[in-house]
């Protein structure tokens, strides 16, 4: 074989042997590939933290929730209290309702454990203790329409009274959270705070939780006995799920790049040309 032959099949060798320069799309994809393994992994651990908040709801339901009701905490107490301790308890309170500052919180009812759901509005009402301070009591729930009724508290208890009521941590509002109408009564969250502030002069400190009334006469509005007490619990499979894209997305990505170390054969490729 001579000497120019040689050089040939040599250079051919080399051309054999070329690798794909990277450039920013190679290296777009890999960042690509790595910020969704983090994703999914961020993900499942969301999802596992998540798992744990429910597991302690429904613990918290099933330790509180058909225990005898107790009295009431005295408002001198509510400062040190934890709203979280108190959620499912029941209770008993003697007081009486101010149903001139009713508020009605919207709400969606989509499997009732009473006559009436789907939309329509919680029937909230100041309740203030023969001993002190006051309570916002769910009084139940009333379609939407039949909220006109209850705007101004309806057929409301009138004088002193003693109800059975479950106590509810606030729900939270947020950034998407419409504020509160004033002028209509209208409400979007059970929060003792934002809902204190339909009050013209509180007469004493506010409760930090609200109480749902149990349940009354079938057909009754407003329709008590509404507080859920049956959560799904399928965090544990969604976690799972990410956890596996998190696993998948490292494999994929390392074949992609035993893909991209493979030489291309050019020399195969003149030639077919």
Do not use: C
């Not at 969704?36 to 933290?49: D, K």
């Not at 959620?87 to 499997?111: H, I, K, M, Q, W």
């Not at 930090?208 to 399928?234: C, H, K, S, W, Y």
């Not at 998190?246 to 992609?256: D, E, K, N, Q, S």
Request: hydrophobic share 40%.
């Amino acid at each position: 074989m001579s000497d120019s032959e040689r050089s040939e099949n040599a250079q051919m060798a080399d051309a054999s042997q070329t690798r794909p320069r990277w450039g920013f799309t190679q290296i777009s994809f890999v960042a690509f590939m790595v910020g969704l393994m983090g994703l999914f992994i961020a993900l499942g651990t969301w999802q596992v933290e998540r798992l744990a908040e429910k597991e302690a709801l429904i613990a918290a339901v099933e330790t509180r929730f058909d225990l005898a009701p107790q009295p009431f905490p005295a408002s001198e107490d509510w400062d040190a209290l934890d709203p979280q301790e108190l959620d499912y308890a029941r209770f008993e309170l003697t007081g009486t309702f101010d149903n001139s500052y009713t508020v009605l919180v919207f709400t969606n009812v989509p499997d009732p454990a009473g006559r009436y759901g789907g939309v329509g509005y919680w029937v909230m009402a100041p309740f203030s203790l023969d001993d002190g301070g006051i309570v916002w009591i769910n009084r139940g729930f009333v379609p939407q329409a039949a909220a006109a009724d209850f705007a101004d508290g309806g057929a409301a208890p009138q004088g002193r009274v003693t109800i059975e009521a479950v106590a509810r941590r606030p729900e939270q509002a947020n950034s998407f959270t419409p504020e509160p109408d004033f002028a209509e009564g209208r409400e979007w969250v059970r929060n003792p705070e934002r809902l204190s502030a339909f009050l013209d002069d509180a007469a004493g400190p506010i409760a930090p939780v609200t109480l749902d009334r149990v349940a009354g006469e079938p057909g009754e509005l407003p329709q008590g006995g509404e507080t859920q007490i049956t959560f799904p619990n399928r965090h544990l499979e969604y976690a799972g799920t990410w956890y596996l894209f998190a696993v998948i997305t490292p494999i994929m990505l390392g074949f992609w790049l035993w893909r991209q170390r493979r030489p291309r054969n050019l020399a195969h490729e003149e030639k077919d040309n």
